[in-house]
């Protein structure tokens, strides 16, 4: 088996991991705004109002499992989340990037919006570039504008999985357009 072929399996395992557990809580579709994870497990934007915070939560957990793993199998130059002390300002180090993955972000509490600014800082004081790959793009504008005065370079989107494409040579916006197509042929 090719590496390519391993990372299409592993992927597809973590993502068989949560579709399991989101099978429960899946309802028919509605008309709303949705993503290539949410098509993928079929999630639709009414289930995710019941529960925004789960959803949000679970489904940040797998882009960044779904991240980091990709650039694990690829990136000759990975390293797992950095610490100090206490604080984890980023998810994966590929190179001199210090990468944190989100899903969207809507939290504009002072709390959230400092730690944003503060990350970065140090982040650059450790010889990093701090990178923040998010998923959605209906973000609350106040937190991106945060993390981009704090010294974070965003993509949000389209430009995330180019971003990934061009770092790691892995299409994963192709793999999750077949994932959800297969949903869709399953269901």
Not at 5 to 20: A, D
Not at 65 to 78: G, S
Not at 87 to 108: F, M, W
């Amino acid at each position: 088996m090719s590496e390519n072929e391993n990372l299409v399996k592993t992927l597809g395992e973590i993502l068989s991991q949560y579709q399991t557990s989101f099978t429960d809580k899946i309802f028919d579709e509605a008309k709303n705004e949705t993503d290539l994870l949410m098509e993928v497990f079929g999630i639709t934007p009414e289930l995710k109002r019941t529960n925004r915070q789960y959803w949000g939560r679970e489904l940040g957990m797998c882009w960044q499992r779904l991240i980091v793993e990709v650039c694990k199998k690829t990136c000759q130059d990975f390293g797992p989340a950095l610490r100090f002390g206490s604080d984890e300002p980023c998810d994966l180090i590929v190179g001199n990037q210090a990468i944190d993955t989100k899903y969207r972000i809507g939290s504009g509490d002072s709390g959230t919006l400092k730690k944003f600014k503060a990350s970065a800082p140090l982040l650059r004081k450790n010889g990093y570039e701090p990178v923040l790959l998010i998923v959605r793009e209906d973000n609350l504008q106040a937190a991106i504008t945060a993390c981009k005065t704090g010294g974070w370079t965003v993509f949000t989107g389209d430009m995330t999985y180019g971003f990934i494409k061009e770092l790691t040579g892995f299409e994963i916006k192709a793999f999750l357009q077949a994932k959800a197509l297969e949903y869709k042929v399953l269901r």
